[in-house]
């Protein structure tokens, strides 16, 4: 029985690094509100509850957003801790709220702008502690340094070919190419690809996320009052955040036992999301994984169970994540690495579109989609949406 | 393709719990904290046992022999195809074979760089704190 469901999106346009200037963070979050309440059918100020996750963009905050939009009264404002791994998670924080009777309708809203500072640099900027000296002393300081590693291991342990993750980006770029929102539309090859520059081998420029600005918000409510609402309801199947003490602090951490160094840390969450909605990754019909860096989609297609552990590489390179042709299609929208980069939470969105039916890229007959958090620091987290 | 010496430094902060590792680092030595009721090494040095929850916590001298468990090849100036590249990794010391300790690789090109090849702790030299670890050849 769901419990709540998604029932309106919003998103301002996607900027490239810094071009929303000079608008502000919460401007942009308030454009994204305003145009998911018009889609939920419901006025603003009947929101009374917000849920986030890593506020890393900045600039937004409870107090700024009801002040802003004259929201009386909120019963619930709450964020995952960590990073982007809530980005999925966020939408239990909201279910929580309403099963807990704080709330009825529920905004999640996440909001970037990279101008005076760039995620991919995030590490960088760290202040030296005694636990990042240990990797920050040896030139690892951002997270595509980490995902390399990773990487790197993975196509040791399993035979993983970087043609593996050159699919991953020529297939997502595919997608994005009929994808109006999306600012990477230029379909790219296997040349192309080997022809991208290495930034950390084996990872090239091709193999990460974009760096763009913009604001997404969605309405969270109890499925009961879903029903009666505009749109078709996204029903919550499962949401389950947090993760297993093997991955811990995951990147910056670095020892994760072997059978978890080359993973996204994703295998707890998949077993306890499975298992709370009563499905298997057979009934998944569209996955919409958190693509901060291509291996990770690799990763992620092995821990939600789609193919054996180390088989990740031979089942993308067969096609498998292809929109036409493949057996489970993966961001349809082009994801982080064609779409935006919002922290995530666009795969969200797509996923609502995709069980309404109304993706710019449809996947015929959808009755569950999966929407991954990303691979990274604690907790990871996991959304099924189901008709 | 040009391999500099190690990573651009970086400041190393350092507390009662972890400054032995890179005290010993200094002068070439690898030392790793374990947990003095027969629990595993911890890495990076914390103050408890994660099994017991004991602070009491003992140095263990080690060899200094590692094998290469990962590694990548960054960039100095990502935004340029010939930049300068160091190759950051992680190794595993012999005697602590799932411990894994971040560094850079130096005196190895990138052709030779093979996950598994053993390596030896070399003394940390001056502009860098980064353990620094070198491919051990026939002829050492």
């Known amino acids: 029985m769901h419990r709540a469901a998604i029932v309106g999106i919003g998103t301002t346009q996607y900027y490239r690094r810094g071009e929303s200037l000079p608008r502000t963070p919460r401007d942009m979050a308030c454009d994204a509100i305003i145009a998911a309440a ?19 963009g900045g600039g937004i905050e409870t107090g700024g957003l009801i002040e802003s939009l004259g929201i009386p009264e909120v019963g619930f404002s709450a964020s995952t801790t960590g990073g982007g791994g809530g980005s999925a998670g966020a ?24 101008a005076k500072s760039r995620f991919g640099a995030a590490f960088a900027r760290m202040l030296p502690t005694p636990d990042n000296s240990f990797y920050r002393s040896a030139g690892v300081g951002a997270p595509g340094h980490f995902a390399a590693l990773i990487a790197r291991r993975h196509m040791h342990k399993y035979g993983t070919r970087r043609e593996a993750f050159a699919e991953v980006a020529i297939s997502t770029r595919l997608n994005a190419s009929t994808n109006p929102a999306a ?3 230029q379909p790219i090859t296997l040349d192309d690809y080997f022809a991208s520059r290495m930034i950390a081998d084996p990872l090239c420029k091709l193999d990460f996320c974009l760096e763009t600005d913009g604001a997404v918000a969605m309405i969270v409510t109890a ?23 093997n991955w811990g602090r ?12 080359s993973s996204s840390g ?10 709370a909605a009563d499905l298997r990754s057979g009934d ?7 693509d901060h860096f291509t291996p990770f989609v690799v990763m992620q297609l092995e821990d939600f169970g789609f193919c054996p552990v180390g088989e990740g590489g031979p089942f993308v390179e067969q096609g498998a994540i292809r929109l036409r042709g493949g057996s489970i299609p993966v961001n349809p929208h082009g994801g982080n690495l064609s779409e935006a980069y919002i922290v995530g939470i666009t795969h969200v969105v797509e996923g609502v579109r995709q069980i309404r039916g109304t993706a710019i890229n449809q996947v015929a007959d959808v009755s569950h989609a999966l929407i991954s958090g990303g691979p990274g620091p604690m907790p990871l987290s996991g959304l099924i949406l189901s008709t | 393709m040009e391999v500099v010496a190690f990573s651009p430094p970086a400041e190393v902060d350092f507390d009662a719990v972890t400054e032995p590792f890179w005290m010993a680092l200094r002068e070439g030595r690898l030392t790793l904290q374990r947990c003095a009721h027969g629990h595993d090494f911890r890495m990076p040095p914390m103050l408890y046992c994660p099994e017991c929850h004991s602070t009491d916590a003992e140095w263990v001298a080690l060899s200094g022999r590692m094998r290469l468990y990962t590694y990548t090849i960054v960039s100095l100036r990502p935004r340029d195809a010939e930049s300068p590249v160091y190759v950051a990794a992680l190794a595993c010391p012999e005697e602590a074979p799932d411990t894994k300790i971040f560094g850079n690789v130096i005196e190895c090109a990138v052709e030779e760089l093979a996950i598994g090849m053993p390596m030896e702790i070399v003394q940390a030299s001056a502009g860098t704190d980064a353990a620094l670890f070198r491919p051990v050849r026939g002829d050492r």
């Not at chain 1, 279910?95 to 999640?108: L, M, P, T």
């Not at chain 1, 499925?223 to 003490?245: E, L, N, S, T």
Request: include cysteine; aromatic fraction near 12%; hydrophobic fraction near 45%.
């Open chain 1, 223 to 245: 499925a009961d009052v879903a029903r009666d609402m505009a749109q078709k309801p996204a029903y919550i199947a499962a949401c389950k955040h947090g993760g297993d003490r």
């Open chain 1, 266 to 275: 994703q295998r707890s969450i998949a077993r306890r999301l499975y298992a």
């Open chain 1, 284 to 290: 998944i019909d569209v996955a919409l994984l958190y």
């Open chain 1, 38 to 56: 018009a889609d939920a059918g419901i006025p603003v100020k009947a929101i009374d509850g917000f849920a986030y996750f890593s506020n890393y």
């Open chain 1, 91 to 114: 939408i239990g924080l909201a279910q929580a709220a309403i099963a807990n009777g704080d709330s009825r309708y529920v905004a999640v809203v996440q909001s970037l702008q990279q």
């Open chain 1, 250 to 261: 995951g990147f910056m951490w670095g020892n994760m036992p072997d059978e978890y160094f």
């Open chain 1, 183 to 185: 600012l990477m539309r």
